[in-house]
């Protein structure tokens, strides 16, 4: 894994004339809407509550919910957790959220705050939460071993009592961004094993046991976070200029939604500046047919 915001432990904050945006996007009619916008926080990562009312963000190392109906914003109270980075999702009925802190661990809290549980131990790995079964049972996740971050990821799977974790096979090369799909058979994510140069990374899945992986998509570009959406039709992901290595921040990306029957088609694609934080976590509204995300320009008005 790149050494990147997301593995140096420090939550991040915006820079000197950059400001952070949250958007969403229309999958109907390709248009999209500023929602929210700040100068004083570094929002990353939306994720949609079930009820469709609002977004819950990361921020300075806190967790955040942004209500849509006023666009206004306040911080969800957590007890006993480090700070927290922009790898988070939530349960399938909305009534909790499992958490990465900064201690390289995974969390479990109930939306509206309060205390949390750790759920895994400490096994020699950095835990990277990104995605949950539709039956929340089981959580997938990217573990990195302490201290060598020039080891890839891999993809590991983990009950979400805690417990053993599982190694899911997946090739050579660094892999990120595990997500479940709504049927449960399937873990989107993307991967470097299908090419020889260095970060290329490009979206795949895999059987939940761990077979059966396979390419989706072969671009120029290099591919990150897989998301498909409840009803899924659609797959998001984040495309980052070729040559790219890791997810980084504050470059020309691309939001892209494509049909999960034809991969090579982009329905949707919205150009912003962001990368890391933009999309890192599975932003469907409930019903599939908005896509929340985040951009941060700098000097422009």
């Known amino acids: 894994m790149s050494k990147d915001p997301e593995t140096n432990f420090e939550p991040r904050g915006l820079k000197p004339g950059q400001r952070c945006e949250v958007w969403v996007a229309s999958v109907v009619t390709g248009e999209r809407e500023l929602i929210f916008s700040t100068e004083d926080l570094l929002l990353e990562a939306p994720n949609w509550v079930p009820d469709n009312s609002a977004l819950i963000l990361n921020g300075a190392g806190s967790l955040w919910r942004l209500d849509l109906a006023g666009s206004s914003i306040g911080q969800i109270p957590l007890e006993d957790i480090p700070d927290l ?14 958490l990465s802190a900064n201690d390289g661990h995974i969390y479990r809290a109930g939306i509206g ?3 949390t549980v750790r759920i895994t131990a400490d096994d020699g790995y950095f835990h990277f939460l990104h995605g949950i079964s539709p039956d929340e049972q089981e959580l997938a996740y990217v573990g990195i071993k302490v201290g060598d971050f020039t080891q890839p990821g891999r993809l590991m799977t983990i009950p979400v009592v805690g417990g053993p974790s599982t190694l899911i096979a997946t090739g050579p090369g660094h892999c990120d ?44 570009t290099v591919d990150w976070f897989p998301h498909v959406s409840p009803d899924g039709r659609l797959v998001s992901y984040l495309r980052f200029p070729a040559g790219t290595l890791g997810h980084p921040a504050d470059l020309p990306v691309d939001v892209v939604v494509i049909p999960v029957d034809a991969w090579e088609t982009p329905l949707h694609t919205w150009p912003t500046f962001g990368g890391q934080g933009t999309l890192n976590v599975n932003s469907w509204s409930p019903d599939s047919t908005q896509l929340a995300y985040v951009a941060y320009p700098i000097g422009l008005t």
Do not use: C, K, M
């Not at 094993?193 to 490009?202: C, E, I, K």
């Open 177 to 220: 961004g595990p997500e479940y799909s709504p049927d449960g058979e399937w873990i989107y994510f993307n991967t470097e094993p299908f090419t020889t140069s260095p970060g290329h990374a490009q979206i795949a899945r895999v059987g939940v046991g761990g077979s059966g992986a396979e390419q989706l998509i072969e671009s120029e």
């Open 85 to 98: 980075n922009n790898d988070h999702v939530l349960a399938p009925d909305g009534e909790n959220i499992y």
């Open 113 to 115: 705050g309060g205390g």
